[in-house]
Each structure stands twice: as C-alpha cells, then as structure tokens.
C-alpha cells in the first residue's frame, strides 16, 4: 500500500464547476501537508500548504485536512479553464536532523472546458 | 528572480549511453531535491542533498544513479548504461534549508527517452 493514494483522473468539469480532489494517506506522523499543481511540461507549484486540521481558504482554493480519517481535500471554486492543470497532494515528514521529505500522491489531472 | 533552472529541456538518448542531467537551484537556497516523474506517476524521491553532502540517497532505484553536488550550488544527476524504464521526466527542486517546513521550488525538469 502506497503512504499517500490519489485517483489519477482525469477528471472533466464544465467551466464554473466545483471542483473537490482527495487524498488518503497512510503515516499519521505526516505534519505538514500540501497542494501542487502542475501544468503541462512544467514544474510542480505550490498551491496552498496547511500544518493543522481543519480548512484554509485562498480565493476560490480552500483546502482541508482530516488527520483523524487521514484525508485531505482541496476545492476550486468557479472553475476556470486556466485552472486545467495536474493537481499533486504531497505531504511531509520532518525526520531527525530536520530534513523534510515530500513524498507525493500520484497527481489528479483536471480539465476544466468552457 | 531566478527560479530553478535545469539542462537539458529534452534529451534522447540510446540504451546503454550514460546521461548527464544538470540542475542550477535558487542562490541561496542549501537544500536540492532530485525527483523522477514517470508518465501518469506522481514524484518519486531520489536524493537529497544539504550542502554538498547527500543524507538520504535511498530513492535511487539502482547503482547506475548517482549524483552529486558541488560548492553547496549546481547538481549533476547521472545514470549510467541507461535502460528503457529509465525514461522519465527528472526534475529538480531546492528550498532554503532543509529544517521545518520550507517551501520547495522546483524546476521545469529534463523529459529524457531511452531509445
């Protein structure tokens, strides 16, 4: 079993949809947890990051985490065509020493079309 | 300001060739990440470095991996005698440290086919 599942998609929505992408995760020792989106032939971005329980919103992006199900969400609201992209769940462990080591659920691709 | 810059974009290569993919981070920026993408994969962690010096190599998937860093700045990924499963898209990340949370910037990565 993988420490982090994401349906791969993809996953097809009319312009102005809501639009919900989950993850599952496996490690309750996972403190910091995180949304990247990744468009074509480009590197991964950070969308949001949240560290407790509970939701964080940002513009029409909020995210959610669950630690006690080990589940994260992340909403788009009013979905736009620009919002097409692959959207990546990470996670992060710090181990001794500090170091953060991301590992990464395998990416939901969205198209969003007008 | 400068992001995270890698060469080459593109490279084809013939099974059996050695490869040299480069990786220039953020000045600044101490700790580099090298992942692996496969097609419809999420990012597989392959080595970490703080520094100059690589605590955690326990992604590489085979001795024919190795990489390394010099004057706490440009990385060099190479893969010896590639093989066809090893093509993918390599990229690289680097944050400012590598205590606590740090955000990790990452780079457009080098699409690489074995042939």
């Known amino acids: 079993q993988k420490e982090v599942e994401q349906d791969p998609g993809p996953l097809s929505v009319p312009e102005g949809a809501i639009v919900s992408l989950n993850c599952t995760y496996s490690n309750s020792a996972f403190q910091y947890f995180m949304w990247y989106r990744q468009y074509s032939r480009k590197g991964p971005e950070l969308l949001m990051y949240t560290y407790s329980s509970g939701n964080k919103e940002d513009g029409r992006f909020t995210a959610q985490v669950d630690k006690s199900s080990k589940y994260i969400s992340l909403f788009i609201r009013d979905s736009q065509p620009s919002d097409s992209a692959t959207y990546l769940c990470?996670?992060?462990?710090?181990?001794?020493?500090?170091?953060?080591?991301?590992?990464f659920g395998a990416g939901t691709r969205l198209a969003v079309h007008p | 300001g400068a992001g995270v810059s890698q060469s080459p974009s593109n490279k084809v290569t013939e099974k059996g060739k050695d490869v040299e993919l480069r990786c220039d981070p953020i000045s600044g920026h101490t700790a580099l990440y090298w992942y692996r993408q496969s097609l419809g994969q999420g990012l597989e962690f392959l080595i970490y470095f703080q520094g100059n010096s690589a605590p955690d190599k326990s992604g590489l998937p085979s001795d024919r991996f190795s990489a390394e860093r010099t004057g706490g700045s440009v990385s060099t990924l190479t893969i010896q005698r590639t093989q066809q499963e090893d093509s993918a898209v390599y990229l690289c990340?680097?944050?400012?440290?590598?205590?606590?949370?740090?955000?990790?910037?990452f780079g457009p990565g080098t699409r690489l086919t074995v042939l």
């Open positions: 990340a680097s944050s400012l440290d590598s205590t606590s949370y740090n955000e990790q910037f």
């Open positions: 990470a996670m992060i462990t710090l181990l001794s020493g500090g170091y953060n080591k991301l590992i």
